[in-house]
C-alpha cells in the first residue's frame, strides 16, 4: 500500500498526474513503462548500434583467446625433444661453419671456368657431350 508521501512522489514522478486509487496508478505506470517501451523498440541505436558494438567488442576478445591458442601451439610444435636438442648445440655449428670456411680458403678460386648450361631449346644430352669434347681437346 502507498501512503502520503510515497504516493504524492509516484504521482509527480508520472507528471503529476494524480489518481483515485492505487489501481489506477498501477494501470498509469503500467502504460507509461509500454509506451516506452515502444519508443526504445523504435530506437534504432538500440536496435542496431549495441549489437554491432557488442559483436564488435566480442569478437575482439573472441579473436584474442583464439590467436592465443595458436601461438601456444606454435611455442609447442617449436620446441624439440632432448635427442634432438643434444644434436642441434650452437657449439658444434660454429664447429661445421669453421669447416667450410677451411673449405672455401682452400678451393682455389683463380682457376675457375664459367660453364654455360644447355638452353631450353638445346638437347641436353647433346650439349653435354659436347662441352665434355671441348674439356676433353683443351686439356
Same mark, same amino acid.
Given at each position: 500500500?502507498?501512503?502520503?508521501?510515497?504516493?504524492?512522489?509516484?504521482?509527480?514522478?508520472?507528471?503529476?498526474?494524480?489518481?483515485?486509487?492505487?489501481?489506477?496508478?498501477?494501470?498509469?505506470?503500467?502504460?507509461?513503462?509500454?509506451?516506452?517501451?515502444?519508443?526504445?523498440?523504435?530506437?534504432?541505436?538500440?536496435?542496431?548500434?549495441?549489437?554491432?558494438?557488442?559483436?564488435?567488442?566480442?569478437? #575482439?576478445?573472441? *579473436?584474442? +583467446?583464439?590467436? @592465443?591458442?595458436?601461438? $601456444? =601451439?606454435?611455442?609447442?610444435?617449436? %620446441?624439440?625433444?632432448?635427442?634432438?636438442?643434444?644434436?642441434?648445440?650452437?657449439?658444434?655449428? #660454429?664447429?661445421? *661453419?669453421? +669447416?667450410?670456411? @677451411?673449405?672455401?680458403? $682452400? =678451393?682455389?678460386?683463380?682457376?675457375? %671456368?664459367?660453364?654455360?648450361?644447355?638452353?631450353?631449346?638445346?638437347?641436353?644430352?647433346?650439349?653435354?657431350?659436347?662441352?665434355?669434347?671441348?674439356?676433353?681437346?683443351?686439356?
Amino acid at each position: 500500500m502507498l501512503v502520503g508521501r510515497d504516493y504524492f512522489l509516484l504521482a509527480r514522478s508520472l507528471g503529476g498526474f494524480t489518481f483515485a486509487s492505487e489501481k489506477q496508478l498501477v494501470i498509469g505506470l503500467m502504460r507509461r513503462l509500454m509506451f516506452r517501451f515502444k519508443a526504445l523498440q523504435k530506437n534504432k541505436t538500440l536496435k542496431y548500434g549495441i549489437p554491432m558494438l557488442l559483436l564488435v567488442v566480442g569478437g #575482439s576478445f573472441g *579473436l584474442r +583467446e583464439f590467436t @592465443q591458442i595458436r601461438y $601456444d =601451439a606454435q611455442k609447442i610444435r617449436k %620446441k624439440l625433444d632432448p635427442a634432438l636438442e643434444a644434436r642441434v648445440n650452437k657449439q658444434k655449428q #660454429s664447429v661445421i *661453419l669453421q +669447416e667450410e670456411y @677451411q673449405k672455401m680458403k $682452400d =678451393a682455389n678460386l683463380d682457376e675457375w %671456368k664459367n660453364i654455360r648450361g644447355p638452353r631450353p631449346w638445346e638437347d641436353s644430352k647433346q650439349y653435354q657431350e659436347q662441352q665434355r669434347s671441348q674439356q676433353g681437346k683443351a686439356t
